[in-house]
């Protein structure tokens, strides 16, 4: 039976990756950090929490003593690193501590594999960060240009896959993950915090929300879609860098229109800049306004992704647009405000 450490079980993509490898008849241990349990709401939706081939370990991934223990206990056939600081906003807050983690968490399984499980095959979750302001679309071949604290984190442990193939000949891959969302996104993220808003907004619990740049651009996918894909890269050799991405591209702007039309509501934008508004086209009242200190230092201005190469050899075909998956997470939301609060 195939075995897969899977780091940040807990985190979104994660807990899609734990459900579809447990599909596939895969034995899976996952990572969360000693301080945390912060995720298990996720394994608990997909209902996989208890499975009999799940096992929870504590794992800190910039202990490079515990990376190597854990991986010499346990022998894995694929080790997939999710886990590690995932939030461009918070690594302005704490730069130092993004690329240690993202970075030094990333060489320590890395280092752990080559000396305890050296015909594994390791998969990163690297980040479309890495490209910053480099002209879109971005393929395997752009040069990087990291322009944020997590760009730099993520460009780091990118570099260190290629590293450590070329140097040790180890069956690494990294994915160059464009942003995808879904029902299990965390709030913290802007499309999550959107479509929570847009259904308590529905159901008269709120009655707007603040955002930051609505201009930036990102091509937004659905996580399960690039779990597959993370699963056909863990089952091929040699390793080698894919770029996962839709293609298409929509700006937070049109990313909260859906959302809000998901939820039965139409969306009139007025006004420039710091003074644009989106108002409830029933009532007029304000639904979108935008915080200043919201704004980020830098924004990537747009990030799209060619994923020609994937899609060639990972049978990556991704399906679910921006309507489909603005649908699927406000109803997601409509059903847990409602069971939450009696709706
Ligand atoms: P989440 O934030 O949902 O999950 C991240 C996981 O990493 C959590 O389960 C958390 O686990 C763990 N984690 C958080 N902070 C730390 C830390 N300081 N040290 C160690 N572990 C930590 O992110 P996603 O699941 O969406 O993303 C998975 C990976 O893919 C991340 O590495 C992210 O950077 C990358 N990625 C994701 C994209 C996306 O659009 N979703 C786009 C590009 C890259 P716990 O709290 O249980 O320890």
């Given at each position: 039976m195939t075995l897969a450490l899977v780091t940040g079980i807990g985190g979104q993509d994660g807990a899609w990756l734990a459900a579809r490898l447990l599909q596939d008849g895969v034995q899976v241990i996952g990572t969360h950090r000693?301080?945390?349990?912060?995720?298990?709401w996720r394994l608990d939706e997909l209902g996989i929490a208890a499975h009999p081939r799940l096992r929870l370990v504590a794992l800190d991934p910039g202990d490079a003593a515990a990376c190597r223990q854990l991986v010499a206990d346990i022998a894995p056939d694929v080790i997939y690193h999710l886990a590690g600081q995932s939030r461009v906003a918070d690594s302005f807050r704490d730069p130092l501590g993004s690329v240690a983690v993202n970075g030094i968490g990333t060489l320590n399984l890395l280092e752990a594999m080559r000396r305890h499980a050296p015909d594994s095959h390791f998969v990163l979750a690297a980040?479309?960060?890495?490209?910053?302001?480099?002209?879109?679309?971005?393929?395997?071949?752009t040069p990087p240009q990291a322009a944020s604290p997590y760009g730099l984190s993520k460009l780091v442990a990118h570099a260190a896959i290629g590293a450590w193939r070329a140097s040790f000949g180890l069956t690494a891959s990294s994915a160059i993950l464009f942003n995808h969302e879904s029902?299990?996104?965390?709030?913290?993220?802007v499309t999550r915090k959107i479509s929570r808003a847009a259904a308590r907004i529905a159901l008269g619990r709120e009655h707007d929300i603040a955002l930051g740049?609505?201009?930036?651009?990102r091509d937004f996918g659905y996580a399960p879609e690039y779990m597959d894909a993370l699963v056909a890269m863990g089952a091929r050799e040699p390793g080698d860098d894919y770029v996962l991405a839709t293609g298409h591209a929509a700006s937070v702007r049109e990313f909260a229109t859906a959302a809000f039309a998901a939820a039965g509501i139409e969306l009139e934008w007025s006004g420039q800049g710091l003074a644009e508004t989106a108002r409830d086209r029933r009532d007029g009242r304000v639904r979108v306004r935008v915080d200043p200190t919201l704004l980020r230092p830098v924004d990537a201005p747009l990030l799209v992704g060619n994923a020609h190469k994937a899609r060639k050899l990972l049978g990556f075909a991704p399906r679910v647009g921006l309507a489909e998956l603005t649908r699927r997470m406000v109803e997601a939301d409509l059903a847990r405000e409602r069971a939450m609060q009696g709706g």
């Open positions: 000693p301080s945390s349990t912060a995720g298990n980040s479309a960060e890495i490209f910053g302001t480099a002209p879109a679309p971005q393929d395997e071949t029902e299990l996104r965390d709030e913290a993220f740049n609505l201009d930036a651009q």
